[in-house]
C-alpha cells in the first residue's frame, strides 16, 4: 500500500495561466475526491468520483475549473484562467465503498499540491 | 450542511502534559474521522470512529454520536505531537467530509 500520491507538490504559477494537477488513489479504492484547503482553514470539498463517473460537485467548483478521472483510477483536477484567489492547497483523497463495516468510506488523503498564484 | 466545530482553537502543552479535544457535529453522520495535519500539509489518520472509544497508544478517540460529539485524548504529549488535529464528519446519505477549523496544538519541551 504505497498510500495517495499527488503531483506536483508545488505550483507556482502567474495569473491567467492554466494548470493541471495529478492524484493517483490507493489502488484499490474506487472513491476519489477533491478537496481544497486554504490558509487558518479546514479542507473544504470540491468534487468526488465513483469509480470513472462525477457524481458530486460542490458550488465552490467554477466553471473555471475540472476534473477527470478517465479510467477510474487516476484523477486530473485542471484550473483554466487562474486568480489569485485560487491560491491555495489541493488535496486529494480515496477511499473505498464496499461493504459496509469497519472503516467504510473512511478517507485517506495525499500529500497536497500547494498552488501560488501570483 | 452539517457544521463541525472544535475547541479549543489554540492550546500549549507543556511536554508530558495530556489534553482532550473536542469535536461537536450538528447531525447525525456516518462517519467521523479525526487527523493530524504535519507541517508540510500532510493529512494522517489517527482514528476512524463514528461510535464508541478506540485507542492507539497514547491516543484515543470517543464519539458520543447521539449527542453529537467525539473527544480526542493526548496522554503525555511529545512535541512530535505539535500540530493542527482535524475532525471531519460524513452525513448519512453524503460523501463530502465536513472539517471543523482545527485545534492547533504546540507542545514545548
Known amino acids: 500500500d504505497t498510500g495517495v500520491s499527488q503531483d506536483p507538490r508545488h505550483k507556482i504559477t502567474k495569473r491567467g495561466q492554466n494548470v493541471t494537477f495529478r492524484c493517483d488513489p490507493i489502488s484499490e479504492h474506487n472513491r476519489l475526491y477533491w478537496y481544497r484547503q486554504t490558509l487558518g482553514q479546514g479542507p473544504e470539498f470540491l468534487t468526488y468520483?465513483?469509480?470513472?463517473?462525477?457524481?458530486?460537485k460542490s458550488r465552490l467548483l467554477s466553471d473555471r475549473f475540472s476534473a477527470e478521472r478517465p479510467k477510474g483510477s487516476f484523477s486530473t483536477l485542471e484550473i483554466q484562467r487562474t486568480e489569485q484567489g485560487d491560491s491555495a492547497m489541493y488535496l486529494c483523497a480515496s477511499s473505498y465503498s464496499g461493504a459496509a463495516g469497519r472503516g467504510y468510506n473512511e478517507q485517506f488523503f495525499g500529500p497536497g499540491t500547494r498552488l501560488t498564484v501570483l | 450542511g452539517i457544521q463541525v466545530e472544535q475547541s479549543p482553537p489554540d492550546l500549549i502543552l507543556q511536554e508530558g502534559a495530556n489534553s482532550t479535544l473536542r469535536c461537536n457535529f450538528s447531525?447525525?453522520?456516518?462517519?467521523l474521522q479525526w487527523f493530524h495535519q504535519n507541517p508540510w500539509g500532510q493529512l494522517i489518520n489517527l482514528f476512524y470512529i463514528p461510535s464508541g472509544t478506540k485507542q492507539n497508544g497514547r491516543l484515543s478517540a470517543t464519539t458520543v454520536a447521539t449527542e453529537r460529539y467525539s473527544l480526542l485524548y493526548i496522554s503525555s504529549s511529545q512535541t512530535t505531537d505539535s500540530g493542527v488535529y482535524f475532525c471531519a464528519a460524513l452525513l448519512y446519505g453524503n460523501n463530502r467530509l465536513a472539517f471543523g477549523k482545527g485545534n492547533q496544538v504546540v507542545v514545548i519541551p
Open positions: 468520483f465513483q469509480n470513472e463517473a462525477q457524481l458530486e
Open positions: 447531525d447525525s453522520v456516518n462517519n
